[in-house]
């Protein structure tokens, strides 16, 4: 508050996603398991607490149900009573677009609750409170996983801080993520022996650091997710990608997001170019660095 005492406020924060690298099928204890690597990206949830703040009608969590959730788990697994105070709430992240942004809203919520108590939530705490919540990804991490949306597992960390820049646009509809998993699993098993294939491909290189053969593997990922959630613009994407000497496509797998990626990031005149092919596509691009 400009020229007065600022009220006492803590807030957390968390990262959200551009879709997924990969997305595909894992067999874990021979039980066929939704897997995905997401891809981060540099937009926020942000979750605030005013401390002594009277709540409003137009509190941030009356109609965020899953953050209400998440603070009813943290507060029993803890032994907590929050204080009075009041939320409030801002993000980058669209909803109904791929973008995590559901999941980061709640980790947003628990290092709130973490910054209120002055504690820090494990990711173990973190995937137990999400498994009580919703299928979800790895944004409380701060590296690449091959991660078990449905489980709430970290299959395996990488310790590759690998950073692309993308070029994207949003195709319009909203997924309802939640609703899609028996689909997924019912794909998957269609084309097991590729998506397979794909994702041994992507640990690998990962494990060698090799950004080229990832994208690579983010392209083979979004083409097989055509037959699960179909991407309109995913056959021009492909057949332009040369053109615009884009190392990879990738998607938002269960929403609507799909672009290119880039080692390297473009200039203003590469970047003009992609603008006017995507106007010319009747969509507007955006432009954003991915990644840690």
């Not at 540099?42 to 005013?50: A, Q, R």
């Not at 959730?69 to 009041?86: D, N, T």
């Not at 994702?199 to 037959?227: K, P, W, Y």
């Amino acid at each position: 508050m400009a020229g007065g005492s600022c009220a006492s406020i803590s807030s957390g924060i968390c990262h959200g996603t551009l879709g997924e690298l990969i997305q595909g099928p894992y067999v874990q204890d021979g039980v066929l398991q939704i897997s995905l690597i997401s891809l981060p990206v540099k937009k926020y949830s942000c979750m605030h607490f005013t401390h002594g703040a009277a709540a409003h009608g137009d509190n941030a969590l009356a109609t965020k149900l899953k953050c209400q959730q998440a603070i009813h788990l943290y507060l029993a697994r803890y032994g907590k009573r929050l204080p009075q105070g009041s939320w409030s709430h801002d993000s980058e992240l669209l909803e109904g677009k791929g973008m995590a942004s559901s999941t980061a809203d709640i980790v947003a919520t628990i290092r709130c609750l973490d910054a209120i108590f002055g504690l820090e939530s494990s990711a173990e705490t973190m995937s137990a409170i999400l498994l009580s919540i919703e299928r979800s990804d790895s944004v409380f991490l701060d590296t690449y996983a091959l991660y078990l949306s449905g489980r709430q597992q970290v299959i395996r960390r990488f310790d590759n801080r690998a950073s692309f820049h993308a070029c994207y646009i949003d195709e319009g509809e909203r997924v309802d993520t939640e609703q899609l998993g028996p689909h997924l699993l019912m794909r998957y098993q269609e084309q097991l022996t590729p998506y397979i294939d794909n994702l041994q491909q992507a640990i690998a290189a990962f494990e060698r650091h090799d950004l080229s053969a990832i994208a690579a593997c983010a392209t083979a990922s979004a083409v097989l997710g055509q037959s699960a959630v179909p991407k309109q613009n995913l056959g021009v994407l492909l057949k332009n990608q040369a053109r615009y000497r884009a190392d990879g496509i990738f998607v938002a797998h269960t929403g609507s997001l799909a672009g290119y990626l880039f080692i390297d990031k473009p200039g203003p005149l590469q970047m003009g170019a992609l603008s006017s092919f995507f106007r010319g596509l009747g969509y507007q691009c955006r432009f954003v660095q991915t990644g840690f």
